[in-house]
T-cell receptor, first 112, second 113 residues
Framework: QKEVEQNSGPLSVPEGAIASLNCTYSDRVSQSFFWYRQYSGKSPELIMSIYSNGDKEDGRFTAQLNKASQYVSLLIRDSQPSDSATYLCAVRKPPATNKLIFGTGTLLAVQP | DAGVTQSPTHLIKTRGQQVTLRCSPKSGHDTVSWYQQALGQGPQFIFQYYEEEERQRGNFPDRFSGHQFPNYSSELNVNALLLGDSALYLC????????????FGEGSWLTVV
C-alpha cells in the first residue's frame, strides 16, 4: 500500500463546474498536508496547505482534511481551462521538515 | 526576491557517467532538499541538507550524494548513471521554522542515454 494514494485520472470537468480531487494517506502520524499543482513540463507549485481538521478556503480553492478518515481533498470552484494540470497531494510526518511524501497525482482536464 | 534556482535546466548524459546538479535556495532559507520525479510519478525524496550536513535520506542508493555550502546552496551528485536515473530533479528549500512552507525550483531534466 502506498503511503499517499490518489486517483490518477484524468478527471474531466466542464468549465465553471466544481472539480473535486481526493487523496488518502496511510500513516496516522502525518501532520501537515499539501496540494501542489504541476503543469506539464513544469515544477510543482504550492496551492494549499492544511494542518487541522475541517475546511480551509483560499479564493476558488478549498482544502478539506479529515484525520479520522485519513483523507484530504481539494475543491476547485468555477473551474477554468487554465486549471488543467496534475494535482499532487503531499503529506509531511514528524520530525521531518522538508521531507514530503507525494501521491502520483491526479490529472485534471477542464473542458471549455 | 529570487525563488529557488537550479542549473542546468536540461542535460543529457551517457550511462556510467557522473552528473552534478546545482541549487540556490530562496532568500532567507537554510534548508535544502532534493527530489527525483520520474515521468508519471510524484516526486520522491532523496535527501535533506541543513547546516551543511545530510539530515535525512530517502530510499536512494549511495550513488546519490550531495553537499551544502556555507551560503546554503547545494549540489546533487549522481555517479555511475543508469538509464533509470532519467527524471526531473527538483530542489526544494525552506527555513527550519515551524509550519515552514516548502518551495520548489524549476528543476533539472536529466536524460541518460
Amino acid at each position: 500500500q502506498k503511503e499517499v494514494e490518489q486517483n490518477s485520472g484524468p478527471l474531466s470537468v466542464p468549465e465553471g463546474a466544481i472539480a473535486s480531487l481526493n487523496c488518502t494517506y496511510s500513516d496516522r502520524v502525518s501532520q501537515s498536508f499539501f496540494w501542489y499543482r504541476q503543469y506539464s513540463g513544469k515544477s510543482p507549485e504550492l496551492i494549499m496547505s492544511i494542518y487541522s481538521n475541517g475546511d480551509k478556503e483560499d479564493g476558488r480553492f478549498t482544502a478539506q482534511l479529515n484525520k479520522a478518515s485519513q483523507y484530504v481533498s481539494l475543491l476547485i470552484r468555477d473551474s477554468q481551462p487554465s486549471d488543467s494540470a496534475t494535482y499532487l497531494c503531499a503529506v509531511r510526518k514528524p520530525p521531518a521538515t522538508n521531507k514530503l511524501i507525494f501521491g502520483t497525482g491526479t490529472l485534471l482536464a477542464v473542458q471549455p | 526576491d529570487a525563488g529557488v534556482t537550479q542549473s542546468p535546466t536540461h542535460l543529457i548524459k551517457t550511462r556510467g557517467q557522473q552528473v552534478t546538479l546545482r541549487c540556490s535556495p530562496k532568500s532567507g532559507h537554510d534548508t535544502v532538499s532534493w527530489y527525483q520525479q520520474a515521468l508519471g510519478q510524484g516526486p520522491q525524496f532523496i535527501f535533506q541538507y541543513y547546516e551543511e550536513e545530510e539530515r535525512q535520506r530517502g530510499n536512494f542508493p549511495d550513488r546519490f550524494s550531495g553537499h551544502q555550502f556555507p551560503n546554503y546552496s547545494s549540489e546533487l551528485n549522481v555517479n555511475a548513471l543508469l538509464l533509470g536515473d532519467s527524471a526531473l530533479y527538483l530542489c526544494a528549500s525552506s527555513d527550519q521554522g515551524a509550519g515552514n512552507t516548502i518551495y520548489f525550483g524549476e528543476g533539472s531534466w536529466l536524460t541518460v542515454v
